[in-house]
């Protein structure tokens, strides 16, 4: 038997835990989509800013003759 009590794990609170974000809300803005989000855990917010997909050209290509 090697059961030591010495070896257990702290609590999963004290720990880094994967946040579990929900977007509160969303804004576009010209550097890109700002999004609040907060950790329905541990209530811990963060802004993500994700950038504005480049503009689809025009066409690029037509037909000739
Ligand atoms: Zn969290």
Aim: with cysteine; aromatic share 4%; charged share 20%.
């Amino acid at each position: 038997m090697t059961g030591s009590p010495a070896t257990r794990t702290p609590p999963a609170a004290a720990a880094v835990h994967e946040h579990g974000w929900l977007v509160e809300s969303a804004h576009r803005t010209s550097e890109g989509i700002v999004q609040y989000v907060r950790c329905a855990d541990c209530g811990v917010r963060r802004v993500d800013v994700a950038a504005v997909p480049a503009v689809v050209p025009g066409a690029v290509s037509r037909e000739l003759g």
